[in-house]
């Protein structure tokens, strides 16, 4: 034991007194058990686990195919329908922020009266619940399948998060301001302007950015199911099984979602830093 | 706006400003409705007109027929272990992602900026087009499914924890430089502990995501119960769907509670 | 049979062996263009017990990291022991910071990670990273880290996860993770800045007995005049990056100080008044 030529001063060879270790045994049973259930739920699917294997290969298969040489002859009708996707999102976006803000500052605590407020809450909760594709699947059977109604549905769909959004927001920004237009005599609907939607303004945009990059991915998806814009164009291609032009579609997907993220990332955080800095300005 | 500009009441500028803001919006939102361009028609009428033929669904939708329940358990069991074997297999794999993509647990930024370039481009692609294309490399079924979902975690909590690696304090990382410690040793023995409840709190949020996306996947052939619910609405029968959605809801509901819970526990 | 050859190494450090420290024309240039050293040459004597003084921002804490390579010097010379800092990188820069203790201002343990493994962190130059992956520690590194706990008067708590601890208590498992590098010389920076009086008394305390005991070189930062004089014998003072005081630590007058900072003494520049 070399280790033991330390230089500690005090007699090297004393017993030490080491406290027993806690015992781990819950959190071991808890990890056996999880990893019991996994490897029952991984055997239970119609998986034959044993191919794959040969997956990474097969993939790689594909991917070449897909982007060795990616066909750029749909590029035009590609991004005509990714202009078409854009435009259902953005209509989509502004169809779900025109109806969620002010039901959502009806939903906040301290708006809307108490019954309201829980049938709205109830309301948003339920959508959420359910996946934003379903809500406009069933609407889009309804509606007919036009791009139109595509965003008609994103804007539907993206109301119980947004609601959910708007009414926190409100909560939070609710203190001390409203206070002052109140004690000035104002009415419920003097404070929530004069008081709440100043002090909300900044987020409740930044929230709606937000809904508009999630419906970007959204609204490829219900292209998929036949709303148009990219995901159907996708769609067919893939079933047509042209790689190379899925190869092409898939790198404008990549790249027209990063774009608009990009775009609309920068935008949320210039008006929060506005936001920001005119607290500053305000409070010093 | 600095406070520079606050200082001086400069109203006009920001009339401009506000100007300039509203006709962009104007322009973007005015582009987007123009058909030929590839905006979208904004025929109100057409849907009133669908509507009125719709009508009769939606009071369908309605009356659920909870006949049908028994024969949704199978694919709601595939759901749900869809769910879990994508959440597990992605979790496993992106802690070392997750460390690579992170300044403070990997100081070299070449491999940094791979890693996180990989990974944004894997999550601008939407989870169901992921699906699709899967399903044309590997076949219909569960296993695209569950690739879906795993690549589609990974690019969630690697990006959530990676960014919250960088904001986080980790001045214990340069104890472990000064003690002459490899990063590999650093990030084994102080960042991961450091780091496991931003892990499990994503890996908990992921199985949530995937609950809801594994019951959507099977519309594109994916496996799931998904597949029965577009195979229901094929057959216009709407009872059979809307008992679909209320069995989906509950399950999203019940998984949130019980990942709720695991979540106050853990952290 | 990598392992073994860094075992002997380790364990070949004689226990007295405590190591002087070189600096020769001294400066370091931040990327940023900040100028934190100037050419700083001095020369500490194995065994020694010194105060870095100076205001925050004077270079102290730059020079203290430029010994260990935590900071490279832009220009000059560091030499510790048989080791030159400068211009070493990866493994043989690691494997001279496994005779380098060090302790921090904030303490810098992990706080979700327990006092034992913490502790080993101290050990990570001088056991293979296949046994740190795999969290099975050897039992002399076992040994070292609870030993080097108990020397502090911490080993009741070697399974408390750091986040439990007092400041103080935190300092003293800092100790301890630098004491079971087995280091061949010690450096604090601003270690009892984040502490209350009692505490810092302890840790400074601490500090003395590991240079008085084991004869280890220590280097302290700190900005507090009277525990400088009292706990250590030389005193090197800093001001913009450059050496302005070098002497004596007990002799060091309030005009010395003043000289050193560049202003008149304020309460803040002692504990006691702080108190």
Same mark, same amino acid.
């Given at each position: ?34 990893? =019991?259930?996994?490897?029952? =739920? ?23 195919? #897909? ?27 502004? #169809? ?28 948003? =909760? ?68 004069? =008081? ?75 008006? #929060? ?12 | ?8 009441? &400069? ?24 058909? &030929?361009? $590839? ?61 690579? &993509? ?52 990974? $690019? ?66 994916? $496996? ?44 | ?15 007295? !062996? ?25 020369? /500490? ?31 000059? !010379? ?6 030159? /800092? ?88 800092? /100790?301890?993770?630098?004491? !079971? ?50 706990? !250590? ?26 000289? /050193? ?15």
């Amino acid at each position: 034991m070399t280790g033991l030529q330390t230089p500690v001063k005090l007699p090297a060879q004393t017993e030490l007194q080491t406290p027993t270790k806690p015992s781990r045994l819950w959190s071991t049973v808890f990890a056996i058990a999880v990893g =019991a259930v996994v490897l029952v =739920a991984g055997a239970g699917l119609k998986i034959t686990w044993s191919d794959l294997p040969a997956m990474p290969g097969q993939i790689a298969h594909y991917l070449r195919l #897909m982007f060795e040489a990616p066909n750029l002859e749909k590029l035009p009708r590609a991004l005509f329908e990714t202009w078409r996707s854009i435009s259902m999102a953005w209509l989509g976006a502004i #169809m779900c922020v025109v109806v969620s803000i002010p039901l959502g500052m009806l939903a906040a605590n301290g708006v809307g009266p108490w019954w309201l407020r829980t049938a709205l809450r109830g309301v948003f =909760a339920v959508i959420r619940a359910i996946p934003e594709v379903i809500i406009a699947l069933i609407l889009l059977t309804v509606t007919g399948l036009t791009p139109f109604t595509g965003a008609l549905a994103l804007g539907i769909a993206g109301i119980g998060t947004q609601g959910k959004w708007v009414y926190e927001t409100i909560e939070s920004v609710q203190e001390g301001a409203s206070e002052a237009v109140r004690a000035a005599g104002g009415n419920t609907a003097e404070v929530t302007r004069w =008081a709440l939607w100043p002090a909300a303004a900044p987020t409740l945009m930044s929230f709606a950015l937000y809904r508009f990059e999630i419906n970007i991915r959204t609204s490829a998806v219900l292209g998929l199911v036949g709303a148009g814009g990219i995901g159907s164009m996708l769609s067919n291609y893939t079933n047509f099984r042209q790689w190379d032009t899925v190869g092409m579609l898939l790198i404008v997907v990549v790249i027209a979602t990063m774009l608009m993220d990009a775009v609309s990332g920068a935008i949320r955080r210039r008006i #929060m830093e506005g936001a920001k800095v005119r607290d500053v300005a305000r409070s010093s | 706006m600095t406070t520079g500009e606050l200082a001086v009441p &400069a109203r006009p500028t920001n009339r401009f400003r506000t100007a300039l803001i509203v006709a962009a919006f104007v322009a973007f939102t005015v582009a987007t409705c123009i058909p &030929a361009i $590839g905006g979208i028609d904004l025929d109100v009428g057409a849907i009133v007109r669908n509507w009125r033929n719709g009508a009769g669904k939606m009071l369908q939708l309605l009356q659920p027929n909870f006949a049908f329940l028994p024969r949704t358990w199978a694919p709601m069991l595939e759901t749900l272990q869809m769910a879990l074997v994508g959440a597990v297999a992605s979790a496993i794999v992106s802690v070392p992602i997750t460390l690579w &993509a992170a300044s403070p647990t990997n100081p070299n930024s070449w491999t940094r900026i791979t890693v996180r370039t990989l990974v944004n481009i894997v999550r601008s692609v939407p989870d169901l087009v992921f699906a699709t294309v899967l399903v044309a490399m590997v076949g219909v079924g569960a296993l695209p499914g569950v690739l879906t979902l795993f690549l589609f975690n990974i $690019g969630i909590v690697v990006k959530l924890v990676s960014e919250a690696i960088d904001s986080s304090d980790h001045g214990y990382m340069e104890a472990g430089h000064a003690a002459g410690g490899t990063q590999l040793q650093i990030n084994r023995v102080t960042a991961l502990p450091q780091t496991w409840p931003l892990f499990a709190n994503q890996w908990l949020y992921t199985l949530e995501l995937n609950v809801r996306i594994s019951a959507i996947l099977g519309i594109v052939g994916a $496996g799931g119960i998904g597949r029965i619910l577009d195979e229901r609405r094929a057959f216009y029968a709407y009872g059979d769907v809307s008992v679909i959605i209320l069995e989906i809801l509950v399950v999203v509901i019940l998984i949130e509670i019980m990942s709720n819970l695991l979540r106050k526990r853990l952290v | 049979m990598h392992t073994d050859a860094r075992r002997v190494e380790a364990g070949d450090i004689p226990a007295s !062996t405590s190591w002087p420290v070189e600096l020769k024309s001294v400066s370091v240039t931040y990327p940023n263009g900040t100028k934190a050293l100037q050419d700083v040459s001095l020369r /500490i004597e194995p065994g020694e017990m010194v105060s870095i003084v100076g205001l925050s921002g004077s270079g102290k804490s730059t020079l203290i990291r430029t010994i260990n390579g935590l900071v490279q010097a832009t220009d000059g !010379t560091v030499t510790v022991g048989p080791h030159e /800092i400068t211009g070493l990188s990866g493994r043989r820069l690691r494997e001279a910071r496994g005779h380098i203790g060090m302790i921090f201002q904030g303490f810098n343990l992990a706080e979700r990670t327990d006092v034992f493994h913490n502790v080993l962190v101290g050990r990570f130059a001088h056991s293979s990273p296949f046994r740190t992956l795999l969290g099975l520690p050897t039992k002399a590194d076992r040994e070292l880290a609870l030993r080097a706990l108990d020397s502090v008067g911490m080993l009741e708590k070697v399974w408390a996860r750091a986040n439990a601890l007092s400041g103080g208590q935190k300092q003293r498992v800092a /100790i301890a993770r630098a004491l !079971t590098q087995q280091p061949s010389i010690m450096l604090a920076d601003e270690p009892v800045a984040s502490l209350d009086p009692p505490t810092a008394h302890g840790v400074m305390r601490d500090l003395r007995r590991i240079n008085g005991e084991r004869g280890l070189t220590v280097l302290i930062n700190i900005h507090l005049m009277d525990l400088a004089r009292q706990y !250590t014998t030389r005193m090197i003072g800093l001001r913009d990056g450059a050496v302005v005081y070098d002497g004596p630590a007990g002799a060091a007058t309030d005009a010395d100080f003043e000289q /050193i900072y560049g202003r008149p003494i304020q309460s803040d520049d002692t504990l006691d008044a702080r108190a």
